[in-house]
């Protein structure tokens, strides 16, 4: 489990002082992890006309110890996870304020506090207000076998590279799921579902994704084995190469790919689905 505190970060700019091994607000060094390039920014807009935006992306870099690692994105933000080959556990916050004047967006986010008790990581600030609203958004690095529990709350989901016992909930928002292994389970309530599969098997217990509106894209290498089911009850189902189905496809497909294997299954109650190989468009 992750050790306990409370954490009150500040801007990557002003802070380069290394807090020992545990903990560490340096960034890490370029191409030192390949292919797991960080991605968060304060580029995108956010708080629209009515307001004055202040935005700040911060880091910290925890140990990892076991245990099952929860995330709230709470209102208006979402989480994105990341497997890597290191044993430790980067955070990246992305925090984002709307006041009426810059002052009062920065000085809000100052009031937003980032806390991890155990293995949870939230953000807490001030209550809502009609002239001020704040969100946090995280991009977090995990060892590749992690134990997760995820939510939002009008925000997204993404998972890539990671494989252990899984959970997510998405309060609109849509979800990605990439390269997962293990026990994953999840729904999304108004979103889509993207899933992509890699190797040649689903190794561990399987997948089970639902959203009940929004569409499902599922991409599948070629000689993949698994249990397939997937289907919508009010859309259409696109399948993008040859396979060997007993009885009409319709509305719901159940079919065993190359030998068969763990279950994998991703559906949807409103809204059409894509199963194809990967590489197709």
């Known amino acids: 489990m992750i050790k306990r505190r409370t954490l009150r970060f500040t801007t990557l700019v002003a ?9 560490a607000f ?37 140990a990892a110890t076991g245990g099952t690692l929860s995330v709230n994105g709470g ?10 080959e290191r044993n430790n556990v980067l955070v990246r916050a992305r925090i984002q304020t709307g006041a009426k004047s810059s002052a009062e967006a920065a000085e809000l986010a100052r009031q937003i506090k980032i806390e991890t008790a155990g293995s949870q990581i939230r953000a807490e600030g001030p ?45 609109n928002g849509g979800v990605s799921l990439k390269r997962l292994g293990g026990n994953v389970r999840g729904t999304t309530t108004n979103g889509g579902l993207s899933v992509d599969l890699a190797g040649t098997r689903w190794e561990g217990e399987g997948l089970d994704a639902v959203t009940r ?17 997937s289907g919508t009850r009010n859309g259409g189902l696109n399948i993008g190469f040859p396979m060997t189905v007993q009885g009409r496809v319709d509305k719901e497909i159940s079919v065993d790919l190359g030998s068969g294997g763990a279950t994998v299954r991703a559906v949807t109650t409103n809204g059409g689905v894509t199963i194809r190989r990967k590489g197709q468009d």
Request: glycine letters at 10%.
């Open 75 to 84: 209102r208006n933000g979402g989480v994105s996870v990341k497997g890597w």
């Open 26 to 62: 340096a960034p890490y060094s370029s191409g030192q992890e390949r292919n797991h390039e960080r991605k968060m920014d304060c580029n995108d807009s956010w708080g629209g006309d009515r307001y004055s935006s202040h935005c700040e992306v911060q880091e910290q870099t925890l």
């Open 127 to 171: 209550a809502g207000q009609d002239d001020k609203h704040w969100a946090v958004s995280y991009e977090i690095f995990v060892p590749q076998q992690s134990d997760l529990s995820l939510e939002t709350y009008n925000g997204g989901i993404s998972i890539t590279d990671v494989r252990g016992q899984i959970e997510f909930k998405a309060h």
């Open 213 to 229: 509106n929004g569409g499902v894209s599922i991409s599948i290498p070629e000689n993949y084995s698994a249990r397939l089911e």
């Open 15 to 23: 802070m380069a002082v290394c807090l020992a091994c545990v903990s």
